[in-house]
């Protein structure tokens, strides 16, 4: 697969999703000439309960992905922008130069799913509102996905995630009464400053406490830190972690 796709959790009309999108075109989109967006909507056959995809549908989804990333990979009229699943469908959205050809050309790379239904629709969109108002992540969002990529990082070294272990995070602020009060709150959920530097008018304060680094369990982490950065008007600015493989 080309590009650099990535995915990320969040909640579509107040339910369970998660959207998976390639991030290049956030500094090639909007494409000249592609102002038409397509979305194909499929209804799966074996949600989970929490309307999301499941391990028993995997394969049936990742062969009707692969028929759509061959057709793109083949046509520079259309492109293959990122996915939502939510509520037990997995939608599709695309940008192409002509919509009524490029409806055509994806009904018939699916024609060996007819088994699953589909609904096929597009809408003139030269802004690429749905990719960069729908579809991109907000900067919390990033977060999460910078999250992911670390944790792939530390388990191809053999991290075992489960493991408790001290973990660094930053935290960059415009005042120091303001970092004073971020790792004062901190203080009371566990943390310590380990370390507070002043350089350019910024004020960074590395804030140490040890926790497993789990999918959710670092997530709940990052994100307090992320909320509490924001609230006093910082930014949270990344975290880092040995490699504990438990010998």
């Known amino acids: 697969m080309s590009g650099n796709w990535a995915f990320y959790p969040c909640r579509v009309e107040n339910m369970s999703a998660s959207i998976y999108l390639d991030l290049n075109y956030k500094d090639?989109?909007?494409?000249?000439?592609?102002?038409?967006?397509l979305r194909l909507k499929l209804q799966m056959k074996e949600p989970r309960p929490d309307g999301l995809s499941s391990h028993e549908e995997f394969d049936q989804l990742?062969?009707?992905?692969?028929?759509?990333?061959?057709?793109?990979?083949?046509?520079?009229?259309?492109?293959?922008?990122?996915?939502n699943t939510s509520a037990g469908f997995r939608e599709f959205y695309f940008?192409?130069?002509?919509?009524?050809?490029?409806?055509?050309?994806?009904s018939t790379s699916l024609e060996a799913f007819a088994h699953y239904e589909f609904e096929?629709?597009?809408?003139?969109?030269?802004?690429?509102?749905?990719y960069f108002g729908f579809l991109f992540p907000s900067d919390r969002d990033f977060q999460l996905i910078h999250n992911s990529q670390?944790?792939?990082?530390?388990?191809?070294?053999?991290?075992?995630?489960?493991?408790?272990?001290?973990?660094?995070h930053t935290l960059v602020f415009p005042t120091s009464t303001a970092r004073e009060q971020a790792a004062?709150?901190?203080?009371?959920?566990?943390?310590?400053?380990?370390?507070?530097?002043?350089?350019?008018g910024a004020f960074m304060v590395t804030l140490q406490r040890s926790d497993p680094v789990t999918y959710h369990?670092?997530?709940?982490?990052?994100?307090?830190?992320?909320?509490?950065?924001?609230?006093?008007?910082g930014t949270y600015d990344g975290w880092g972690s040995p490699v504990t493989d438990g010998e």
């Open 28 to 37: 090639t989109g909007p494409m000249p000439g592609l102002t038409e967006n």
């Open 62 to 83: 990742r062969a009707i992905e692969d028929a759509i990333m061959a057709l793109t990979h083949e046509n520079r009229n259309l492109v293959f922008v990122g996915r």
């Open 95 to 106: 940008y192409a130069s002509d919509a009524e050809t490029a409806e055509r050309e994806i």
């Open 120 to 130: 096929l629709g597009s809408a003139s969109d030269p802004e690429w509102r749905c």
């Open 150 to 168: 670390l944790l792939e990082q530390l388990e191809s070294h053999g991290d075992k995630h489960h493991l408790s272990r001290p973990i660094d």
């Open 184 to 200: 004062l709150r901190a203080q009371a959920k566990g943390f310590i400053a380990t370390e507070k530097e002043e350089a350019d």
């Open 217 to 233: 369990e670092i997530n709940d982490v990052v994100l307090g830190l992320f909320d509490l950065s924001r609230e006093l008007g």
